[in-house]
């Protein structure tokens, strides 16, 4: 096995070594009270594939390790257990907690609208990653079922991560724009000690979310497509997919123009795209045009985000907000 841990190691040294472990050992489903067993004697009590546990380890030890020498160590079914559970563990868990101690942080009450955008800021992310994992749960795993009993689907493993990593992209902008928010715009007379360590978990959970997302798009793929060739290789039979199925894939310092400016005051006012166009006189794709140009200034994505920045930078009155 290529990496720092082995099978012979105590399980309790090498969560020693990097905490980030347990979340590993969490999410393959192998609990506390392991006593002084080794990697390899706590992995049997658990049911859990041992070369599997120990590739993932070494690789989030080492992302930086030889895929193609990695990818003959991991049992599909074993690290996409392994996904599962921790699509649960951010879903159903870790987004949750965050937000309740996002509430007791901020004051949400109806006067402070800065606050309760935030909350919808966050709000909207949570959604954006659950979606995510869903579309993994429910597209890419059973594609890669699909291809371990031998069979291939219309559309190939590129094909269909190409629009998973495509989302992995989207949520790792969207934390890193509401944790910007929060230091850039919130209010200073909030709780610094109760802010602060919920921008902590924030940070956490981005870094967390990072290492997951970087899993998939490397080892986890590598593995897929590896197994994919091979089941080309024996003419594996191909499954059409429905309709449905198809239907669900489908910081600069630059200043903002007046027409870019008026474009955040009507998002802020809760107008979409055809109805600013209309008021402004101009193309629904020259609306589209100024939304890009502003994300890419701004920094700044969700229509939340530009509702906060809009009332900070005084472009819009907090009477004027569409909540």
């Not at 012979?8 to 979340?23: A, N």
């Not at 994919?228 to 600069?252: L, M, Y």
């Not at 802020?268 to 140009?293: Q, S, Y």
Request: charged share 25%.
């Amino acid at each position: 096995m290529i990496g720092k841990y082995h099978g012979t190691d105590l399980m309790i040294d090498v969560i020693g070594d990097d905490y980030r472990m347990l979340q590993v050992i969490s999410r393959f489903g192998i609990t506390l009270g392991f006593g002084d067993q080794t990697v390899a004697e706590t992995c049997k009590s658990a049911g859990v594939d041992l070369e599997t546990f120990l590739t993932i380890v070494n690789y989030l030890k080492d992302i930086h390790a030889p895929i193609n020498k990695l990818v003959e160590h991991v049992n599909l079914r074993a690290i996409m257990l392994y996904l599962t559970n921790s699509h649960t563990y951010f879903v159903d868990y870790k987004l949750p907690a965050v937000r309740r101690k996002l509430i007791e942080a901020i004051d949400c009450s109806a006067r402070n609208q800065i606050a309760f955008l935030i909350l919808k800021f966050y709000d909207e992310y949570a959604e954006d990653v659950s979606r995510h994992m869903e579309y993994e749960n429910k597209h890419v795993h059973p594609h890669v079922e699909n291809l371990l009993r031998g069979k291939l689907t219309s559309e190939s493993f590129n094909t269909v991560v190409n629009q998973h990593s495509r989302n992995h992209a989207s949520i790792e902008k969207s934390i890193s724009e509401l944790k910007n928010i929060i230091i850039k715009y919130y209010p200073s007379d909030a709780n610094a000690q109760l802010l602060n360590d919920v921008l902590m978990d924030i940070y956490m959970v981005e870094e967390d979310l990072l290492t997951h997302c970087h899993l998939e798009d490397t080892l986890f793929a590598a593995c897929v497509r590896k197994l994919e060739e091979e089941v080309r290789k024996h003419g594996g039979e191909v499954v059409a997919e429905n309709q449905q199925d198809k239907d669900v894939r489908i910081n600069s310092t630059e200043e903002l123009s007046e027409r870019e400016k008026e474009v955040i005051r009507l998002v802020a006012m809760g107008l979409a795209n055809k109805e600013i166009a209309e008021k402004m006189f101009i193309a629904v794709n020259t609306v589209m045009t100024h939304r890009r140009n502003i994300s890419r200034k701004l920094e700044i994505h969700s229509p939340a985000g530009l509702t906060i920045y809009a009332i900070v930078n005084g472009l819009i009155r907090l009477e004027d907000v569409k909540l």
